[in-house]
């Protein structure tokens, strides 16, 4: 069966090594690319962080939220064991970048969390799609990975595709500015962060 995406890879060197670098693409739009770091010395079950972008912080290092700081501890480990980071360019959670800036203002003027703010934007509050993430997992042929995360949701959607997951987490300790964003995530959309169990 032929691919439905088209593929380039080259190899990057980082702060945190050599990685070889893939390019999935599906189509014209920037969202409709995947890019994935892979480091082939995986001495066990391979290591897997799919990140979605978040330009705010891994830009501008915007201070409200942990993204940035996932990223490069998920691309060290990867460095040092082995595995993939798979990198989705959808921001917001796959709202878009428009949606995720009115959000970002509601909070600012009116003080809603993340949360609220999509609710009163009539968008769910994770409408991220994993099908293509699948579909890179599968090229890799892979069945059985260490799935770097907090978030439930994203443990189903690669269970439900047939890959066995054992989960590894990437919790970050929150700063002041942090606090409220990663406290909306763990009460209200069930993400599994120990700092803020109820």
């Not at 691309?75 to 959670?93: S, T």
């Not at 509601?106 to 799609?129: C, F, K, V």
């Not at 890799?140 to 054992?166: C, H, M, W, Y």
Request: hydrophobic fraction near 35%; aromatic fraction near 8%; charged fraction near 25%.
């Amino acid at each position: 069966m032929a691919n439905s995406f088209e593929l380039e890879t080259t190899t990057i060197d980082t702060k945190f090594g050599s990685f070889i670098f893939h390019c999935f693409s599906w189509g014209s739009h920037e969202e409709d690319n995947i890019l994935v770091l892979e480091n082939k010395n995986t001495k066990s079950t391979p290591l897997v962080r799919i990140q979605s972008a978040c330009y705010t912080a891994e830009i501008f290092r915007s201070l409200d939220c942990d993204c940035h700081a996932q990223l490069s501890k998920s691309q060290q480990l990867i460095a040092n064991e082995g595995g993939y980071l798979v990198y989705m360019l959808c921001d917001g959670r796959g709202a878009g970048l428009l949606n995720k800036v009115r959000g970002l203002e509601l909070g600012r003027l009116y003080g809603m969390d993340t949360s609220e703010a999509y609710r009163h934007l009539n968008i769910e509050q994770d409408p991220r799609n994993y099908s293509r993430v699948n579909e890179v997992l599968r090229h890799f042929e892979l069945k059985e990975i260490q799935l770097l995360t907090n978030n439930p949701r994203k443990i189903d959607a690669i269970v439900d595709s047939g890959i066995e997951v054992t989960r590894r987490p990437l919790e970050i300790e929150s700063t002041v500015t942090s606090a409220p964003y990663l406290k909306t995530k763990a009460l209200k959309m069930g993400h599994m962060l120990t700092e803020f169990k109820k």
